[in-house]
């Protein structure tokens, strides 16, 4: 390889002398749509509030999730988790931006991605508590994550056949993800479980923390059997005790959050409100 | 000579010391590659560990000046975009530890001598992020100068290292696109963004420049290292290259390079430029950078904190392989 050829294309940019000016130095310009090119017609007949609403709730859960996994960046147990946290994370942020795109395509109120993430408050916000909670150990990453991405495999499994063809779509896509985000969890779950002492004893701290959060996940979409068999199966292969516990009242669903969420959100939008005008 | 650094034994054959010498000095003659298989001469060995370590450390502790606005991206996108270049770098870590393993050294003991003081990391993390505009600051001054650094070791003598930089090359050179892309848009976008991009370029053109080393006339091992073909360029030639690249960008953007000295030269159809103040540069390798202590307390107690996790793990898989053993047993 000729190193002067890498180096005159980093300078010059692929279409140099192109009348492009310096976006030839640029990459990344003119992606601005994340639906780009898909069919967004509403099919008629379809309850748009309704499915702006569960696009909304969908799209809150995935964007708190990965806000929560980004917060290991940098401090993960081992690199290979670095890679794995943050691409599971970047998962969910893509869901996240479909999913608002297309709640902002069917609430009436054509409101961008951006509009959803940074200018609502904690109140508005539709995710379940569990996705707020703070990341606590690895231990508690990892049970919150194998519960989260078993509840919402199984809700984008069935979103497959939603009537609206786009939530069916991103649902199509996801399920490819979640299986993945699954995986993981349980892989880690079955280690710490029976790797030494005091994994075991975090796992069994981690589950009793995130039981009472588990109940709510049953509200709006009835997976609760077939969610609550997959984790008994990966709690019984790591020789854990099942995960139960009374339910905490309130739902996020229904904007009632932790004391968690505020702040979470307070970091996440703090560059976007500081300037309303910026663009980026 | 009968082992090496590593333990390694000597080559088979019955070939004798000179014999082995000459054999890797022709492969380096030739410009092919020398493979981990390979006799090589201690030094080789040695130099290569270290400069492929410290480019590891370099990716790992990298991660954490644009890792702290990853949560505050101002928009979803920016934030997806920053997120996959913060990954990138974890798997560019990952790539060159292997690199580094294929010489006889394993990741952890590198990690050790990482957090021990002794091994060192590019100097320019120890800088600190102030605002948004350092994220595509770091884009276009870090990166493209890490491209600079970086494209030529592609043709590294060393086989691993090699084939590893041309993958990270690639990705480093979208990221310089990406964080030019940024600040075009921030320059064009309100005051107070022309204003964060200027300050960012002022507090990061200086340090970027120092990414380069020590001028040629200070650099005790670059001599050995391009004899080796290790290295293919002085670290003056790189310097002055990415100052090539980077001014018409400059001037595109709109923002001013802070230094006074900065002109085109047109007999020699390069720009002059000023010298950077490379007692700072000893200082900060030294330790004495703004956040050299933040960037190591956070990559020691990343590493603390996950000892129980890896303990797990390795429990896990000895129970696992002695239940396997068992049960072939049985």
Same mark, same amino acid.
């Given at each position: 390889?000729?190193?002067?050829?890498?180096?005159?294309?980093?300078?010059?940019?692929?279409?140099?002398?192109?009348?492009?000016?310096?976006?030839?130095?640029?990459?990344?310009?003119?992606?601005?749509?994340?639906?780009?090119?898909?069919?967004?017609?509403?099919?008629?007949?379809?309850?748009?509030?309704?499915?702006?609403?569960?696009?909304?709730?969908?799209?809150?859960?995935?964007?708190?999730?990965?806000?929560?996994?980004?917060?290991?960046?940098?401090?993960?147990?081992?690199?290979?988790?670095?890679?794995?946290?943050?691409?599971?994370?970047?998962?969910?942020?893509? /869901?996240?931006?479909?999913?608002?795109?297309?709640?902002? /395509?069917?609430?009436?109120?054509?409101?961008?991605?951006?509009?959803?993430?940074?200018?609502?408050?904690?109140?508005?916000?539709?995710?379940?508590?569990?996705?707020?909670?703070?990341?606590?150990?690895?231990?508690?990453?990892?049970?919150?994550?194998?519960?989260?991405?078993?509840?919402?495999?199984?809700?984008?499994?069935?979103?497959?056949?939603?009537?609206?063809?786009?939530?069916?779509?991103?649902?199509?896509?996801?399920?490819?993800?979640?299986?993945?985000?699954? /995986?993981?969890?349980?892989?880690?779950?079955?280690?710490?479980?029976?790797?030494?002492?005091?994994?075991?004893?975090?796992?069994?701290?981690?589950?009793?923390?995130?039981?009472?959060?588990?109940?709510?996940?049953?509200?709006?979409?009835?997976?609760?059997?077939?969610?609550?068999?997959?984790?008994? /199966?990966?709690?019984?292969?790591?020789?854990?005790?099942?995960?139960?516990?009374?339910?905490?009242?309130?739902?996020?669903?229904?904007?009632?959050?932790?004391?968690?969420?505020?702040?979470?959100?307070?970091?996440?939008?703090?560059?976007?409100?500081?300037?309303?005008?910026?663009?980026? | 000579?009968?082992?090496?650094?590593?333990?390694?034994?000597?080559?088979?054959?019955?070939?004798?010391?000179?014999?082995?010498?000459?054999?890797?000095?022709?492969?380096?003659?030739?410009?092919?590659? +020398?493979?981990?298989?390979? %006799?090589?001469?201690?030094?080789?060995?040695?130099?290569?560990?270290?400069?492929?370590?410290?480019?590891?450390?370099?990716?790992?502790?990298?991660?954490?000046?644009?890792?702290?606005?990853?949560?505050?991206?101002?928009?979803?996108?920016?934030?997806?975009?920053?997120?996959?270049? +913060?990954?990138?770098?974890?798997?560019?870590?990952?790539?060159?530890?292997?690199?580094?393993?294929?010489?006889?050294?394993?990741?952890?003991?590198?990690?050790?001598?990482?957090?021990?003081?002794?091994?060192?990391?590019?100097?320019?993390?120890?800088?600190?992020?102030?605002?948004?505009?350092?994220?595509?600051?770091?884009?276009?001054?870090?990166?493209?100068?890490?491209?600079?650094?970086?494209?030529?070791?592609?043709?590294?003598?060393?086989?691993?290292?090699?084939?590893?930089?041309?993958? +990270?090359?690639?990705?480093?050179?979208?990221?310089?696109?990406?964080?030019?892309?940024?600040?075009?848009?921030?320059?064009?976008?309100?005051?107070?963004?022309?204003?964060?991009?200027?300050?960012? +370029?002022?507090?990061?053109?200086?340090?970027?420049?120092?990414?380069?080393?020590?001028?040629?006339?200070?650099?005790?091992?670059?001599?050995?290292?391009?004899? %080796?073909?290790?290295?293919?360029?002085?670290?003056?030639?790189?310097?002055?290259?990415?100052?090539?690249?980077?001014?018409?960008?400059?001037?595109?953007?709109?923002?001013?390079?802070?230094?006074?000295?900065?002109? %085109?030269?047109?007999?020699?159809?390069?720009?002059?430029?000023?010298?950077?103040?490379?007692?700072?540069?000893?200082?900060?390798?030294?330790?004495?950078?703004?956040?050299?202590?933040?960037?190591?307390?956070?990559?020691?107690?990343?590493?603390?904190?996950?000892?129980?996790?890896?303990?797990?793990?390795?429990?896990?898989?000895?129970?696992?392989?002695?239940?396997?053993?068992?049960?072939?047993?049985?």
């Amino acid at each position: 390889m000729s190193d002067d050829h890498v180096y005159l294309s980093l300078a010059q940019g692929p279409d140099a002398g192109a009348d492009e000016g310096d976006a030839r130095w640029a990459f990344g310009t003119g992606f601005e749509d994340p639906l780009h090119g898909v069919d967004t017609a509403v099919p008629a007949g379809l309850d748009t509030a309704a499915l702006a609403a569960r696009c909304l709730a969908l799209a809150d859960d995935a964007l708190v999730s990965a806000q929560r996994l980004t917060e290991w960046t940098t401090r993960a147990p081992e690199l290979e988790e670095e890679v794995a946290l943050a691409n599971i994370a970047l998962d969910l942020l893509g /869901q996240a931006r479909l999913l608002y795109a297309r709640c902002g /395509q069917t609430d009436g109120t054509g409101r961008g991605e951006d509009a959803y993430a940074y200018f609502r408050d904690a109140a508005d916000f539709r995710n379940v508590r569990l996705a707020e909670l703070p990341n606590g150990d690895f231990a508690f990453t990892i049970v919150r994550l194998l519960v989260l991405s078993s509840w919402r495999l199984a809700e984008l499994q069935r979103l497959t056949a939603s009537p609206d063809p786009v939530l069916a779509a991103v649902a199509a896509k996801g399920i490819k993800e979640l299986a993945y985000h699954r /995986q993981y969890a349980a892989e880690w779950a079955l280690r710490l479980g029976d790797g030494t002492e005091e994994s075991h004893r975090r796992m069994r701290a981690a589950l009793d923390a995130v039981a009472p959060y588990l109940d709510e996940l049953f509200a709006a979409c009835d997976v609760r059997e077939e969610v609550t068999a997959v984790l008994a /199966q990966v709690t019984e292969a790591a020789g854990l005790p099942p995960l139960e516990g009374a339910a905490l009242p309130g739902a996020g669903r229904e904007g009632t959050h932790t004391a968690h969420l505020a702040p979470l959100l307070a970091e996440l939008q703090s560059v976007a409100r500081a300037h309303p005008e910026a663009a980026w | 000579m009968t082992t090496t650094e590593s333990g390694a034994p000597p080559a088979p054959g019955g070939t004798g010391p000179a014999d082995l010498q000459e054999r890797f000095e022709a492969t380096i003659a030739r410009d092919q590659r +020398v493979e981990p298989r390979d %006799w090589m001469p201690d030094g080789y060995r040695r130099t290569l560990i270290r400069q492929i370590a410290q480019h590891a450390h370099s990716e790992i502790i990298g991660m954490q000046p644009e890792a702290a606005w990853i949560t505050r991206a101002p928009s979803l996108r920016r934030k997806a975009i920053l997120l996959a270049k +913060v990954q990138d770098e974890a798997g560019h870590g990952l790539y060159l530890y292997s690199a580094a393993e294929t010489l006889g050294v394993d990741r952890a003991e590198l990690n050790d001598r990482l957090l021990e003081g002794r091994q060192k990391y590019s100097s320019i993390f120890n800088y600190p992020t102030l605002t948004f505009a350092d994220v595509g600051v770091i884009g276009w001054f870090v990166d493209g100068a890490a491209i600079c650094n970086q494209v030529p070791l592609c043709r590294s003598s060393y086989g691993p290292y090699a084939r590893a930089m041309v993958r +990270v090359c690639k990705e480093e050179s979208f990221h310089q696109r990406q964080g030019y892309e940024l600040l075009r848009t921030m320059t064009r976008g309100t005051k107070a963004q022309r204003e964060m991009v200027q300050d960012a +370029v002022n507090r990061w053109w200086w340090p970027s420049l120092m990414m380069f080393g020590p001028p040629d006339e200070n650099s005790p091992n670059s001599a050995q290292s391009m004899a %080796w073909k290790i290295k293919r360029h002085s670290n003056d030639e790189l310097r002055q290259r990415f100052v090539d690249m980077t001014v018409p960008q400059a001037e595109a953007l709109g923002v001013t390079l802070p230094d006074p000295e900065l002109r %085109w030269n047109e007999e020699r159809g390069r720009y002059d430029f000023g010298t950077p103040d490379f007692d700072e540069l000893v200082r900060v390798i030294k330790g004495e950078g703004p956040c050299n202590a933040e960037r190591m307390e956070r990559r020691r107690t990343a590493h603390e904190e996950g000892a129980w996790v890896r303990e797990a793990a390795a429990a896990h898989a000895a129970k696992q392989a002695s239940r396997s053993k068992r049960g072939m047993a049985a």
